[in-house]
């Protein structure tokens, strides 16, 4: 997919950028060329010989550069390309795209350039959760350029939050995304994803058998297509899907959080199993066992986050996709459901544990919209998510 692609690889001076080394191999191995540039402080943490080695071509990193600059000057450096990928991203190389300088190569490449900007933050967690950065993020998200992480972890500096760059593949699957010409290119779609977790004390809680699998599978047919996804998933067992904003979510009320948060989207697919109920006050403590005394829970309903955003008389995504899990009277029930909840679709299947559905690889479902009931035969999950995907590129093609 990125064969004759040629990427324009500016490396910020952090720890991560020894990850790009591995990135640039990554790339050429899909037949990209890339062209390195290198900040100064880059050169502090990998030298220019082992980018130039593996690139298999110069590193600029000077802006003034008479050499280089006679061979091809810093204007046509930052156009050739067909992309370009900042990693790792510093605070301070964010802060000056978004300020808009340009006192040394990288930073005015950035403002000579007019191809698409990827960029991949790395940087300690309170500098990245710092107001300034947070401030910058938003502003560049406003000009178009598009983010891959920073991950949550252990850092380097032995802080532990987000601020991790995204691992190689990520930034591959990122870049393959912006310069993929699926359709859904453009469309920014969210997916909800895996269980919830409902705190009873701090070391307790009520979940369900839920394991993301068709919602990952979902966000990564969605990502395959071309679209911007947001994955907001509660604790889950199915690894991550790469190429997706990944919000990680423990109950129901933090999942709407995140939800209303990453609106506005063209569509939204509700894939997660949300506990329909919440202890009403969990303790702060661990509840301690008392001889002869039971603890009884009083529950209270949880939001209903697919409910929430189908009723939004404002920036409702144009289509709206609910599953219904039911034990019987799938489709009667899923239609009921379709109705009170004011979803477009419902993605009916039956959990009955006879199935193997629940937690399974497989998955047999009706689609169900006003133009009626669709019944698709047993397949893989990946598959389900893959024709879903397709389903929605189509809807979201007519309407546009
Ligand atoms: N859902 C949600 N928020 C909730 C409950 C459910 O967003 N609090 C979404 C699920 O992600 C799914 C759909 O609603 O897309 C159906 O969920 P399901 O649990 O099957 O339906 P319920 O509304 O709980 O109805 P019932 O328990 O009667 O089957």
Same mark, same amino acid.
């Given at each position: 997919?990125?064969?004759g692609k040629r990427?324009l690889?500016?490396i910020g001076?952090?720890?991560?950028a020894?990850?790009?080394l ?5 790339l ?6 890339v062209t390195?540039?290198?900040?100064r402080a880059?050169g ?17 990193s000077?802006l ?7 061979e091809?000057?810093?204007?046509q ?8 990928v ?6 301070d ?5 978004a ?13 000579a350039?007019?191809?698409?900007v ?22 560049l998200?406003g ?5 891959v992480g ?6 380097a500096?032995?802080?532990h ?6 691992e ?14 699926g359709?859904?290119?453009g469309?920014?779609v969210?997916?909800?994803?895996g ?11 009520i ?9 990952t ?6 990502v395959?297509l071309? @679209?911007e996804?947001?994955? #907001?998933? /509660?604790? !889950?067992?199915?690894p &991550?899907?790469?190429g997706?904003?990944m919000?990680? +979510?423990?109950?129901a009320q933090?999942?709407l959080g ?5 609106l506005?989207?063209?569509a939204?697919?509700?894939?997660a199993?949300?506990?329909d ?5 969990a303790s702060g403590s ?5 001889k002869?005394?039971?603890?009884t ?11 929430t ?12 996709v609910?599953?219904? @899990?039911?034990?019987?009277? #799938?489709? /009667?029930? !899923?239609?009921a459901? &379709?109705?009170r ?5 419902? +993605?009916?299947?039956?959990v ?9 690889t497989?998955?047999?479902v ?24 397709v389903?929605i590129?189509?809807a ?5």
């Amino acid at each position: 997919m990125l064969g004759g692609k040629r990427i324009l690889l500016i490396i910020g001076g952090g720890i991560a950028a020894y990850k790009c080394l591995d990135l640039i191999r990554r790339l050429r191995e899909r037949g990209a060329a890339v062209t390195p540039v290198m900040t100064r402080a880059a050169g502090e943490f990998v030298t220019p010989l082992s980018v130039a080695a593996l690139a298999g071509e110069t590193v600029h990193s000077d802006l003034f550069d008479l050499t280089a600059e006679a061979e091809m000057g810093h204007i046509q450096l930052s156009r050739v390309a067909d992309l370009v990928v900042v990693a790792p991203a510093t605070a301070d190389l964010l802060a000056k795209m978004a300020g808009g300088h340009a006192d040394d190569l990288a930073s005015t490449l950035l403002m000579a350039t007019d191809t698409p900007v990827l960029v991949a933050p790395a940087m300690n967690v309170r500098m990245y959760e710092h107001p300034a950065t947070q401030r910058n993020i938003t502003l560049l998200k406003g000009d178009g350029v598009r983010f891959v992480g920073p991950n949550a972890g252990d850092m380097a500096c032995g802080e532990h939050g987000p601020g991790r760059m995204s691992e190689p593949m990520e930034i591959v699957a990122a870049i393959e995304q912006a310069m993929g010409d699926g359709p859904l290119r453009g469309k920014r779609v969210l997916v909800t994803s895996g269980p919830t977790h409902e705190p009873i004390d701090p070391v307790r809680y009520i979940a369900n058998r839920s394991s993301g699998a068709q919602g990952t599978a979902i966000a990564k047919a969605l990502v395959a297509l071309g @679209a911007e996804v947001v994955f #907001v998933t /509660g604790p !889950a067992d199915a690894p &991550r899907p790469v190429g997706c904003e990944m919000v990680e +979510v423990e109950s129901a009320q933090e999942m709407l959080g995140a939800v209303q948060d990453a609106l506005p989207v063209d569509a939204g697919v509700f894939a997660a199993a949300v506990a329909d109920w919440r202890v009403k006050v969990a303790s702060g403590s661990k509840i301690k066992k008392e001889k002869g005394k039971l603890p009884t829970l009083e529950f209270i309903e949880n939001p209903d986050i697919l409910a929430t955003v189908s009723q939004m008389s404002e920036g409702r995504p144009g289509l709206v996709v609910g599953f219904a @899990a039911e034990t019987c009277d #799938v489709i /009667g029930n !899923a239609q009921a459901k &379709r109705l009170r909840k004011g979803c477009d679709w419902i +993605v009916a299947n039956d959990v009955r544990p006879e199935t193997g559905i629940m937690g399974g690889t497989e998955n047999a479902v009706h689609l169900i919209s006003e133009g009626g009931v669709e019944d698709w035969p047993r397949m893989g999950k990946d598959e389900v998510a893959r024709r879903l995907a397709v389903r929605i590129a189509e809807a979201l093609a007519r309407e546009s």
